[in-house]
């Protein structure tokens, strides 16, 4: 894990441990100006969400009866296109808007990963929605889902009152 | 223009620009993918009470609450005013498969016979939306991740704990559709 770690450029900011959506921005930014185009970035992968039929709930029965290539072929294709970007930024050392370096943490093992792991790929197959389609299905009008999205948060909260009393 | 537009786009197309999103939010602000942290961040923002876990600036992270209320209404403008309004094809296998558990599949993005309100308070409202539901923010919280943190920008910078997680999504999926399903849909 240590050699992993050097690899990755030491932590600039204090962030929620184990937060998986590091904000490593050193500038500060506003409230509303500044996260407007992190709004146009969620429109943009709403409308992409909607377009490619990632939250249709039948697509995800597809995936996991193997009787269509759609989703992985979205999700491989989004792996290895981000894949080459993260190398591009790395190896021109790409800077960010604010010309700041782009920062990479890593992620340690822990058993969560299997456990939670296995507990959420139960939730895809049910809901037929991870996160962010829970968000998208909303937005396209399957209003019920708000109950989903209700539970997801309370699971996210038990989850925080647990921490300390489940295996890692 | 239009029609290509409105008709659903291709796996590569699509996977593509999910993909263009991780260099997005780097370069737009140092940000890192990840959806299902909002859920802990509405949790933090909502209700912090005296769990550590909850406890930290979340207005420092309100950029990715910014993120998925973009999510809800770029699907929005997408049903509304980029769509065909073609039913969504189904494979005939998965149909078949379906309709041998009762469900028809009805060309809309989600089953309307499960996905309604008057199930709200059945037995297959208590699966599908509270337990299904509970079951993604717990899982996806334990294991660090969901599909956009793990499995794309995880995967993307080369950590193999998220390799494992991605594995652990699909097993758990795999087990609830062909394991869980062909006696859930009996007593439903």
């Not at chain 1, 146009?40 to 996991?64: D, T």
């Not at chain 2, 769990?51 to 992270?61: I, L, T």
């Not at chain 2, 997408?78 to 005939?92: E, G, I, M, T």
């Not at chain 2, 758990?172 to 399903?181: E, I, N």
Request: hydrophobic content about 50%.
């Amino acid at each position: 894990m240590k050699k992993i770690n050097d690899e990755f450029a030491e932590r600039s900011v204090v962030h929620p441990d184990e937060c998986g959506a590091a904000n490593d921005q050193v500038a500060t930014e506003s409230l509303v100006g500044s996260n407007l185009k992190y709004l146009g970035v969620g429109i943009l992968f709403g409308i992409i969400a909607v377009k490619s039929e990632i939250i249709s709930w039948y697509r995800i029965q597809e995936m996991f009866r193997l009787h269509s290539f759609h989703m992985y072929g979205v999700i491989g294709t989004a792996v290895v296109v981000g894949a080459i970007s993260v190398w591009m930024i790395k190896r021109f050392n790409i800077k960010t808007i604010q010309g700041e370096k782009v920062i990479f943490h890593a992620k340690p093992f822990h058993w969560g990963n299997v456990i939670g792991g296995l507990m959420f790929g139960l939730g895809w197959g049910i809901t037929g929605a991870c996160p962010g389609p829970l968000f998208a299905q909303i937005g396209s009008g399957l209003v019920v889902v708000v109950v989903t999205l209700l539970s997801a948060i309370a699971g996210t909260y038990v989850y925080g009152v647990l921490q300390n009393k489940l295996p890692h | 223009m239009k029609d290509f537009i409105s008709q659903p786009w291709s796996w590569y197309v699509s996977g593509a620009l999910i993909g263009l999103t991780v260099p997005a939010l780097l370069l737009l602000g140092n940000k890192h993918f990840g959806i299902s942290s909002s859920l802990r961040h509405i949790c933090a923002a909502c209700l912090p009470g005296k769990v550590p876990f909850f406890q930290y600036d979340w207005k420092r992270e309100i950029w990715n609450l910014f993120f998925v209320a973009g999510i809800v209404v770029g699907a929005a403008l997408a049903v509304n005013f980029l769509s065909d309004h073609q039913p969504v094809k189904v494979s005939a296998n998965t149909v078949q498969a379906l309709a041998d558990l009762g469900i028809v599949a009805d060309g809309n993005l989600a089953p309307v016979s499960i996905f309604n309100f008057s199930n709200l308070f059945t037995l297959k409202g208590l699966v599908f939306f509270v337990i299904g539901g509970f079951l993604v923010g717990f899982g996806t919280r334990y294991a660090g991740g969901c599909t956009s943190g793990h499995s794309i920008m995880g995967l993307s910078t080369l950590q193999w704990p998220s390799l494992i997680a991605t594995c652990c999504f699909m097993a758990g999926g795999f087990a609830v559709v062909h394991l869980v399903f062909p006696w859930l849909f009996k007593i439903i």
